[in-house]
């Protein structure tokens, strides 16, 4: 008889091989199956705030103005909370730099993205072989290359000035960084319309034909309406990562209201006691936007689950 | 070698194209430390991000209710803020904080008195509490899977919680699990490059500095991209047919 006295029995799946008959797993395992091949597909984890998250922020903006204005031995009209009044018509929208900018340039960013995307979400499906290889290259290489590396790559490559015949156009930073996060959001859209359009049973493309639609006729009036429902809800999450996202061209000098932030700390001779109030204050400037894209996005989830 | 170097300083003298970090030796280096660097920061927050997964998971099934809200914080802290926010309140809230409290424990580095958690260290912590917090989730769903007549099994054959979390329950989670964690790990790896804004001298860092002094930004910007996108390729494809070698038979086809 064999026995395993001072060798440990190995473990099923990790020291052998996958062939196994294990026993029978509960349904958790298949949601985490299905949230994975979502996610994967998607190219973003759902964000899902609550309205506690809310609460808590401000607790915690309460908290930090708090000790930062029991600390200063400053004049009254110089304290933490004082100077953060001051500074809020330029942190959120004076001259449309601010919290203003970081709305507008996830608007464009996410309307270059969607409609790049869908077409090179179409493309993916296309019958022709190079078009669809050239389209799915294209989605791979701005899925997997990180959001930062492209944003350097269009500030630093783009031009600053277009010279078109005699007149000079600028273009400035904001529409830079505008073009650099519609990249990464163009490809993911492609992926979110491939996998839409794929889901969508064969069963449909054969009665459209038998009902002699032509191809672009069932695309446009029978696979994609339906298509539509399901992409809405990853879009919006896509649009909440995305505004959550704005910050990281603050790096590239874009002066929107993290850089502001920055900057009019330092103006205040960057006191300590200012960086809890000021951060936590855009924190829930963010949140405010953000948390009912985030609960709409989980209700239309709910409602246009369709189970085939 | 050297003649494959030398092609390069040809290219250059030729066209104008400048892969200087093939035909200088010294930018070679540097580029080499950048992408080890990338490597060294990914494979240590994968791993630590993982072990916090794992920790995280097992205090979620805890018996007492505030080591599970004290969990559960930590995730909601982490999922809902954006990893840059993350970084900087690392580095500069309580990086400083700790210093300036006294509670930073410091080493002579030749003169003056280095912190001992520098701005890598407080990259590897707040990048693998980041991806921690996700991993966490995934892990709890993957134990959440595991029948409860399979735990008693355990139990009853004498094993404590711990040792039937590490034996029994775990291995089968792992493999549930596989599908997510891989997702996580290739957008941490992604998310490496923030560690840029707080000086870490990984990858996307020592490129900015090569292009700062040759003023070849094209060129090194195409390197970077490739770089990049080979890295996340090739780990998405290794990962990928490891999660094909470990699904169990009939789930999550």
Redesign the interface.
Known sequence: MKTFVNKRPPIPGIATGSTTDLPVLLPTAGRLAQRARRDRLEGTWRLELKLWHGVLLVILFLLFAGIAEAQSQAEPDKGPLATLFRWIPVLLWKNGNGFVLNLTISFFAMAIGTVAGMALGLAQVSLLAPVRTGSWFTTQFFRNSPWLVLLFCIMLLFPFEIELGSTVFKIPDWTKATIGFSLPVMANLSEIVRGAVQSIPTGQWESAESLAFTRRQTMWMIILPQCFKRMIPPWMNWYAILTMATPLCSIMGVEESVRLAQDAMTAEDSRTELLGPFYVFLLIVFFIYCYPIARLTIALEKKYTVNI | MEAFYEWFRWLYDDTGINLVIFYEQYERERFVDGFLNTLYLSVICVFFSVVIGVVGAWLQGSKLQITRNIVQGYI?FF????P??QLL?FY??LG?GLERWGLMPVYDAGGWNEPMIGNFGWAVISLSFFAGA?NVE?FR??I????T??KEAAESLGYTRLKSYI?IVL??A????L??L??NLV?LV?????A??IAVPEM?YTV?QI?SDNVN??EM?TV??FV??AL??VL?VAMGRWER?????G??Q
């Open positions: 909601q999922r809902n803020t954006p840059l926010v309140f500069f809230a400083t996700f995934i769903a993957g959440e899977a595991v029948p007549a399979t034996y291995p089968l792992f493999r549930v699990s599908p997510a891989n997702n957008n992604k998310t490496t490059t923030l840029y804004v996307m900015n292009w930004v094209p910007m970077l991209f990049y996108v996340v390729g998405v070698h470990m699904k169990i038979p789930y999550g």
